[in-house]
C-alpha cells in the first residue's frame, strides 16, 4: 500500500509505523492477522457527529492536569528532565517499586514498540492472543523476528494453557494485553496472577494494562507486585485512557532494571515527553475525582449501549473497558462502516473469525444515542 494510500486511513491503531507494510487483502480489509481484519471507509462523512472508533476518554483531560499544563506552557523551551522525575517518584508510590523499575514514555505503544526493537533485533519468536492490540507484534516482524497467534478462549478470554504450551526454545516474550483490545474482554486477575508467576521465569512476559482502570472488583488489580517477587514481567501503563491524555502522550513500562537497561542502551523512552504533559500528567494523578468519574460515565454509557442492542437484537460481548463489540447481522463489514460513516458515526469495523463486528467506543450520552440512532437507520 502507498504513503498516498496510507494517509487516507483515519486510523492506523494496529499498525506499527507508516515505514511497516500495510497488508490489504482483495476485499480492501487491513490484514491485521490471518484471524482479524479491518475494513476501510471509502465514505467521506460531511461531518463527525461522533468520534468512536479510537477508544478515547471523551471528559478528559481532567480540569486539573489543564490548569497545570496551562500553567507551565511558558517553560516550553526547556526539557523536561527535572519535572519527570517528580513524577516518576509518585508512580513509584502507586506502583509500589522503587525507580530503577520504571521507564517513561510518550505513551504505552511507544514503549511496546521500544521494548520489541530491544529485544527482536536478532529474531525469535513473540506469542500473543489472536486477535489483539498489535503494535508490539507489528514491529516484532518488522525488524525480524516472529508471531505466534495464539485464538482467544469461546469465552474470549486468553487460552493461556495453549500459551504455555506454544512456548519453545525460539520463544523470547509473551505478549497478554489485558483487558484485551479489540474485544474489551478479561482474563481474570487469579488465572492471570498464576500463569505470570510460574511462566515469567521461562519467558518475560509483557501485560498491557491500558485498560485496567476501567475494570472493577478483584480483575482490576495489576501484575505490577510480581516485580516485588523479581518476576520477568513488563508492565505498561497509559495516561491515554482514564486520564484522558490520548493527545498529549504519556505512559510508562514497569520492569526488571535489567530489562529497562536493556532497553535504555539503545533508546530514551522519556526524551520524547514535554514539560506540559509532564505537568498534566502529575496533577492528573491527584485528581482521583475526574478518574472515578471517568470510569462512573463510562460504565453508565457502556451499560446503556450494551442494553440498547440487546434489545435491537445485537449480541455484544460483555465489556470491561471504553468500548465493546458485537457481530453484526445481514449486513457486511464495508457496507456497515460505509453507512455509518456517512452518518457522521465513526467506528471500527472487523472481521474476527469470519465473521463481521462493530468495535464502538464508549462517548457521551449523547454520542451514544446518536450511534444508536444511527444504527438503527443502518440495520432497520
Not at 495464539?150 to 494485553?177: F, G, N, V
Not at 474489551?184 to 482502570?213: H, M, Q, W
Request: net charge neutral; hydrophobic share 40%; glycine share 8%.
Amino acid at each position: 500500500m502507498t504513503i498516498g494510500g496510507v494517509s487516507m486511513l483515519p486510523h492506523l491503531s494496529w499498525a506499527a509505523n507508516l515505514n511497516s507494510p500495510i497488508n490489504i487483502d482483495r476485499e480492501g480489509r487491513i490484514i491485521h492477522t490471518p484471524l482479524f481484519k479491518e475494513y476501510i471507509s471509502t465514505v467521506k462523512a460531511p461531518e463527525i457527529v461522533a468520534k468512536l472508533n479510537a477508544n478515547e476518554n471523551p471528559y478528559g483531560p481532567s480540569p486539573e492536569g489543564i490548569k497545570a499544563l496551562k500553567s507551565v506552557a511558558t517553560e516550553g523551551n526547556r526539557y523536561g528532565w527535572g519535572t519527570l522525575t517528580s513524577l516518576v517518584d509518585k508512580i513509584c508510590v502507586k506502583e509500589g517499586v522503587d525507580k530503577t523499575h520504571i521507564m517513561m514514555g510518550p505513551g504505552s505503544s511507544d514503549l511496546l514498540e521500544k521494548t520489541a526493537m530491544v529485544m527482536f533485533m536478532n529474531g525469535g519468536t513473540v506469542l500473543s492472543a489472536d486477535p489483539s492490540y498489535m503494535s508490539l507484534m507489528n514491529v516484532v516482524q518488522s525488524v525480524g523476528g516472529k508471531w505466534k497467534g495464539i485464538p482467544l478462549k469461546d469465552d474470549w478470554s486468553h487460552d493461556l494453557k495453549a500459551m504455555e504450551a506454544a512456548i519453545d526454545s525460539d520463544t523470547k516474550l509473551i505478549y497478554i494485553c489485558n483487558p484485551n483490545n479489540p474485544t474489551g474482554t478479561i482474563t481474570t486477575y487469579n488465572e492471570l496472577y498464576d500463569f505470570c508467576s510460574r511462566v515469567a521465569d521461562k519467558v518475560p512476559i509483557f501485560i498491557d494494562e491500558a485498560y485496567l482502570d476501567f475494570v472493577e472488583g478483584a480483575d482490576g488489580q495489576s501484575m505490577v507486585k510480581l516485580l516485588q517477587q523479581g518476576k520477568n514481567v513488563i508492565i505498561a501503563r497509559t495516561y491515554s485512557k482514564i486520564h484522558g491524555m490520548a493527545g498529549l502522550r504519556i505512559g510508562y513500562i514497569a520492569a526488571l532494571p535489567e530489562t529497562l537497561k536493556a532497553i535504555n542502551s539503545i533508546t530514551r523512552g522519556g526524551m520524547g515527553i514535554s514539560n506540559t504533559t509532564i505537568a498534566a500528567a502529575n496533577a492528573s494523578m491527584d485528581d482521583v475525582a475526574f478518574q472515578t468519574k471517568s470510569k462512573e460515565l463510562n460504565k453508565e454509557a457502556r451499560t446503556y449501549t450494551f442494553e440498547k442492542l440487546k434489545a435491537m437484537g445485537f449480541e455484544p460481548v460483555p465489556s470491561h473497558t471504553s468500548f465493546m463489540i458485537f457481530p453484526l447481522k445481514e449486513i457486511s463489514g464495508k457496507p456497515f462502516l460505509d453507512k455509518m460513516t456517512a452518518q457522521g458515526i465513526a467506528v471500527r469495523s472487523f472481521d474476527i473469525y469470519d465473521r463481521p463486528w462493530c468495535r464502538v467506543s464508549m462517548g457521551t450520552m449523547k454520542e451514544m444515542k446518536l450511534f444508536l440512532d444511527a444504527l438503527g437507520k443502518v440495520v432497520g
